[in-house]
């Protein structure tokens, strides 16, 4: 069972509408990530949060908006999406110290109409 | 910068033979290294890790990992593999940052098993 929780797990939107993804996580992780994946792809990393700070963004459109409510809450709000921005959202969370793995959900399936 | 390549984008088996899958890296300081598996429309799940405490590295499912310097190498393997073991497999080098870690991952390598 993963301990990162995401929903939803399946969302469909057209390009005008507003949503938000969701994650979460109880391991006392300190560190969050968004990652964007197409498919037969590699993860693509999105937005680091780290204490509740953005600290990485890969030159990410604005129509993807991060927050971090706090230490175990990790938003993505969507907004005016392209049907190429279908894809799977995954997020991870991993410890400040240590080795640097990061622990994923199970991602929510994103589709743009 | 930190890469990594894995040879071979599809690998197939036959139920219980030796699964092989190649990962080399490439790292201007001693590397983090990590084998992730994804099955279809879920998560990456952590397979196991090289953390430099031991070059033989055991994990989930009877996967292990060898890291050889010499080689710039963290090959998987799994000494029969099981029809469950069909999935997409990611290598990973991990860029250690203050505060967070950012992972390099390989364009992934999908295993096929068959009867």
């Known amino acids: 069972d993963t301990e990162v929780t995401q929903t939803p797990k399946h969302l469909v939107m057209g390009m005008t509408n507003k949503k938000s993804l969701k994650c979460e996580q109880h391991m006392g992780h300190r560190a969050m990530y968004w990652y964007k994946q197409k498919a037969k792809k590699p993860p693509e990393l999105m937005f680091v949060?780290?204490?509740?700070?953005?600290?990485i963004n890969e030159s990410v459109p604005s129509r993807f908006s991060p927050e971090c409510p706090n230490s175990s809450l990790l938003n993505l709000h969507l907004h005016a999406l392209q049907p190429e921005d279908s894809a799977l959202y995954l997020c991870?969370?991993?410890?400040?110290?240590?080795?640097?793995?990061?622990?994923f959900g199970e991602g929510s399936r994103l589709t743009v109409l | 910068a930190q890469s990594v390549t894995q040879l071979g984008s599809h690998v197939s088996v036959s139920e219980g033979a030796l699964v092989l899958l190649r990962c080399n890296y490439s790292s201007s300081v001693p590397p983090y290294l990590f084998w992730y598996v994804q099955y279809p429309n879920q998560g990456l799940q952590l397979l196991l890790k090289y953390t430099s405490a031991a070059t033989l590295v055991k994990g989930i499912n009877g996967f292990e990992a060898e890291f050889k310097k010499s080689e710039t190498s963290f090959h998987l393997t799994k000494p029969s593999a099981h029809m469950s073991d069909a999935a997409e497999y990611f290598c990973a080098v991990s860029a250690r940052r203050t505060g967070y870690s950012t992972l390099t991952f390989g364009k992934g390598t999908m295993l096929l098993v068959s009867p």
């Open positions: 991870a969370s991993s410890q400040i110290d240590g080795a640097g793995e990061l622990f």
């Open positions: 949060y780290s204490y509740e700070k953005l600290s």
